[in-house]
């Protein structure tokens, strides 16, 4: 039986990101992360749905991540445009 070895800790980084806001209190947000652990680091696109709380503070809800691929950026890009 293997022994269990614990998943390295990921640190999330925030390396650009834009918002837009619609309806009465909510926000959609395209970011582009970086995730660090100790095995390396990987680029990745996030979009995310979120409101803000009374107070102004941001909540998110729900969250697609597509990885930094060209093909799959285009092929999400076009598809979006042509729905």
Do not use: C, Q
């Not at 614990?6 to 980084?13: A, D, G, I």
């Not at 652990?37 to 996030?46: A, H, K, P, R």
């Amino acid at each position: 039986m293997d022994e269990y070895e614990p998943r390295s800790r990921v640190e999330f980084e925030t390396v650009a990101s834009e918002k837009v806001n619609f309806g009465r209190n909510n926000f959609l947000e395209i970011a582009r992360k970086r995730a660090k652990t100790d095995d390396g680091e990987n680029e990745f696109i996030s979009v995310s749905r979120g409101y803000y709380l009374p107070d102004g503070s941001e909540r998110f809800k729900k969250s697609l991540t597509i990885p930094d691929d060209e093909e799959i950026r285009s092929f999400v890009a076009d598809k979006i445009k042509n729905m």
